[in-house]
Structure formats: C-alpha cells, structure tokens
C-alpha cells in the first residue's frame, strides 16, 4: 500500500501496535534497486510490518548538487516494494514533510546535528551540512513510524556510524541493523547515482571497489601501515579520476587510523567526470 501523509502512516502504525507486531522501517530515496531491496529482505524476515519510505530529502542535498535531477521511479519502487512484501510505502512530497512553503533554511527549521567530530571529515568535509539533514529527516521518519528496526546500509557507512551514534545519545527506542554492501559482479558498489554513469564512466568506476579490495589484501598478507596501504591505490588511478578521499578510520568513532586493525574501515570518494561516487570495505570483516 503507498500513502503520501503522515497522518496515513499514523493510522496504520496504531493498527499494527495494538495488534503488537514488530515494525521495520528502511529509509530510501527511491530508484530502489538490489542494494536496497537486501534491506527489505532483512526486515520483511527479521519484522512482522515493513514501511519503506521514498523520499528524495532536500536538506540533505548542498547547494549545486544533484537534488534537481535525482532518479524519481516511484511506480517502479512501488513495483518492487510490493513483490518484496512491504507493507507499506510511504513517500511524502516536500510539504507534507517540512511544512507549507517548506522553508528549509535552518532558521526556520529544528535541526539534528551530530556530533561535528563525526561531520568534519569524509563525505561532511564536501558535503555541509549533508548529515545535519540526515539525522533530522531520519529523526522525522522514527517518530512518524515508530519501528523497532531500522535498516541501513553499509554503503553510507560514516551515515551509518552518525546514526547509531545519535540512536545512542538521544536514547531512541530504536535498533539500527546495518546490512552489507550489495555490489555488481564487476564489483561496483550498486548505487542510484550510478544511472549518471556511461558505459565507459562505469568501467573507470571499477577503480573505487578494486582499490579497496587490493588495499585488503595487502592487510590480509600483513601490510599494517596505513601510509604504505594508501600508496598501492596510485596504480589504479588515472586521469579520468578525481581522488577526493582515501581514508583509514575506526568503525565505531571515526578516528583516523596510522596502524591499520580489525576495527579500520577504508573509505573512498571519487570522481569520474561530474559523478561523485563512495564506497568503503572493512578490514577485519572476512
Ligand atoms: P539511498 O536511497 O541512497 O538513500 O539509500 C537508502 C539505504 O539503502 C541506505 O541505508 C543505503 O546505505 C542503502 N544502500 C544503498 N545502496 C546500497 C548497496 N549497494 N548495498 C547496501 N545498501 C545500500
């Protein structure tokens, strides 16, 4: 079922409740594709309901980036939402989430801002902002929805991390479950964005996952300095690549890393031509 207000979401969510069933809530921005639909797999299992919400946030976007043109298939998520048993979809416009004319300066709205030792560095340090409008949208939609689950990806893993992090310090009755990274064979992350990838743009897209799958390697054969695992990312960059970032950082509190561990994630950020992508890997995960 596919509703558009909130008020709709509240009516179903009160049924569920005093039936007593467990709800899964997975925040999307629509285009669904595999990665997100491994999510709803997980919660359609793990849940007795499963809301997904399609809902291409505006103040999450940075002045200039991509909000305009962002994928909007909502018949197609409807689609799959439905062969994958959601319950129910709910994708509001701006207004219903942010209110009539939706100001969204932050003098007029009440923001959730994490912490900044968290902001300040990865996709925060480009993108200002971007997970002050995260944690507020995200915050919207657990009060709206009320679940006991909500599922999110591995992919955005420092949003990840943020989320957990706020869950913990505003002592929201909520779980947060993270499901790993979905990729294409060719071992591309799967992504919305990548429907602005050519053919050619995707094979130089490869760079990201290959990259971090040699830099795991080279851990796995013994290679703990981070400074030399940085240096081996040269030989797969070339001039259609735009580093952005390559970083060595705890799992849990995003601390830099000089000696890599278990607990280090990689993470990167590239360009190729106008098309920023993101992807990351864990060390100690096998
Ligand atoms: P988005 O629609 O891009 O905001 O993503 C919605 C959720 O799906 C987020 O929790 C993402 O981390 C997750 N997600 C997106 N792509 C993938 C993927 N390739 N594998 C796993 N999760 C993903």
Not at 118 to 131: A, I, N, T
Not at 228 to 246: G, K, Q
Request: proline share 4%; hydrophobic share 40%.
């Amino acid at each position: 079922m596919l509703v558009h207000t909130i008020k709709e979401v509240r009516e179903k969510v009160k049924e569920w409740k005093t039936q007593g069933l467990t709800i899964g809530l997975v925040p999307t921005m629509g285009a669904l594709h595999a990665g997100h639909k491994s999510l709803i797999d997980k919660s359609v299992e793990k849940c007795d309901k499963t809301v997904v919400s399609v809902f291409v946030n505006p103040i999450q976007f940075c002045p200039g980036e991509d909000l305009d043109k962002y994928p909007r298939t909502l018949d197609e998520d409807e689609r799959l939402c439905n062969e994958a048993g959601v319950d129910l979809i709910f994708a509001p416009s701006p207004n219903e989430m942010y209110g009539q004319g939706h100001i969204l300066s932050n003098d007029f709205l009440t923001y959730v801002i994490p912490p900044y030792f968290y902001v300040d560095k990865l996709c925060g340090k480009s993108r200002v902002g971007h997970f002050d409008g995260v944690c507020t949208v995200v915050n919207k939609l657990f009060n709206i929805v009320q679940p006991d689950f909500g599922f999110f990806g591995e992919k955005d893993r420092q949003q990840l991390i943020i989320l957990k992090k706020m869950v913990k310090d505003l002592n929201i009755p909520i779980q947060i479950i993270p499901c790993p990274i979905v990729r294409e064979e060719s071992g591309l992350a799967l992504s919305s964005r990548n429907k602005y990838l050519s053919e050619e743009d995707k094979k130089e897209a490869l760079a990201l996952s290959k990259i971090l799958f040699n830099i795991k390697a080279c851990y796995q054969k013994g290679i703990t300095d981070c400074n030399a695992l940085y240096e081996t990312a040269f030989s797969y960059l070339n001039n259609h690549h735009s580093l952005e970032y390559l970083e060595f950082r705890d799992a849990e509190n995003l601390e830099e890393k000089t000696i890599a561990d278990n607990n280090t994630i990689v993470f990167i950020a590239l360009k190729i031509g106008n098309v920023r992508l993101i992807d990351n890997i864990s060390l100690g995960d096998l």
